[in-house]
């Protein structure tokens, strides 16, 4: 179905920075959507937490864990805030994907073994968060994403910005990109965080590549499953042949040809036997259906005329393992 905006009844327009549409409609909810669009639909006018309640219909104190989502997330400016009788006006910032240079923690970067975690107590993490506002906006703006924190889930969150180093942003972008694909168990989070850390991806354009380059590979796999009929996840073996595969650029319907080959002659799933079938046709300059379905042709020809020349029983030759198709087990 297709969509097409209807510009002739607009009134008065405002604009929405591209960076949300691009890198949040995922990621934040609809009441941090809501919030932003009222903000920046009242620009430069003074705004309270009731009011943007009252027009949005999400409660002043969620209304508050947005404005800090956003700017966080560097949509808006650090200094925004919702206004009190004592706060000032909500501004916004141009959008920028690199974080303010006072945002980089002094932190040692190196990637550490999950034993090297920290273990702070209950009493030691709120003695930090006194000491430390990024810490205690961190967890704020955690608790919208995955509810209330664990003291496991605050160590961590420590631990990947006091020690990995990862920046608010991106603390804040793996969180809800965990929370959008339901894994939000502190070890999951803390693998992708190490490998972030240790491939240096520290801004939220980094970020937001990296989510499209795992989203990528897991709509790649959960097609290869589709194509096998495979009712569980690959195994880590299974894993590298797809990645291979990918990696090759072997398209879906050449790997579906591959394992109806397979199919045919073993009748089962083997992921090494149809990986030789793959080779075999790259190696001899075929990356199509097509192509390997005109070298059977070519082959099944040629078969014909020899028995042919020879007086054979054609049904002979039409028992044949292509050429293409010949490797070893």
Not at 112 to 130: L, Q, T, V, Y
Request: overall charge negative.
């Amino acid at each position: 179905m297709e969509f097409k905006v209807n510009c002739g009844i607009w009134g008065a327009m405002f604009g929405v920075p591209s960076i949300v549409a691009d890198n949040f409609l995922k990621l934040a909810s609809g009441q941090q959507i809501k919030v932003l669009l009222f903000l920046l639909r009242c620009s430069g006018k003074t705004c309270s937490a009731e009011e943007i309640s009252a027009n949005t219909g999400v409660s002043a104190e969620e209304v508050e864990d947005a404005v800090l989502f956003w700017q966080q997330a560097n949509v808006l400016s650090p200094q925004t805030s919702v206004n009190t009788p004592s706060a000032q006006p909500i501004m916004t910032a141009p959008v920028s994907t690199k974080a303010p240079a006072n945002n980089t923690p002094a932190a040692n970067t190196a990637v550490a073994a999950p034993d090297h975690k920290f273990n702070f107590s209950g009493s030691e993490i709120a003695a930090i968060m006194e000491k430390s506002q990024d810490i205690k906006e961190l967890f704020k703006i955690s608790e919208t994403i995955l509810g209330p924190l664990k003291n496991g889930q605050m160590n961590s969150i420590i631990w990947m910005f006091d020690h990995l180093g990862l920046k608010k942003e991106v603390i804040i972008t793996l969180l809800s990109y965990c929370a959008s694909i339901e894994k939000v168990n502190t070890a999951y989070i803390e693998k992708i965080a190490s490998v972030w850390a240790e491939k240096e991806i520290n801004t939220i354009a980094a970020a937001q590549d990296e989510i499209q380059s795992i989203n990528a590979g897991r709509e790649y796999i959960s097609r290869i499953m589709q194509i096998f009929q495979m009712q569980n996840r690959p195994t880590s073996k299974q894993n590298e042949f797809i990645q291979q595969w990918k990696n090759a650029g072997f398209s879906f319907e050449l790997i579906e040809y591959a394992y109806e080959k397979t199919i045919e002659q073993i009748n089962k799933l083997n992921f090494n036997y149809i990986n030789k079938i793959l080779l075999s046709w790259r190696d001899s300059g075929f990356m199509s259906v097509k192509e390997v379905q005109n070298a059977e042709s070519e082959y099944v020809k040629k078969k014909k005329n020899t028995a042919s020349k020879n007086n054979s029983d054609d049904s002979d030759y039409e028992k044949y393992e292509s050429v293409i198709n010949k490797f070893l087990l």
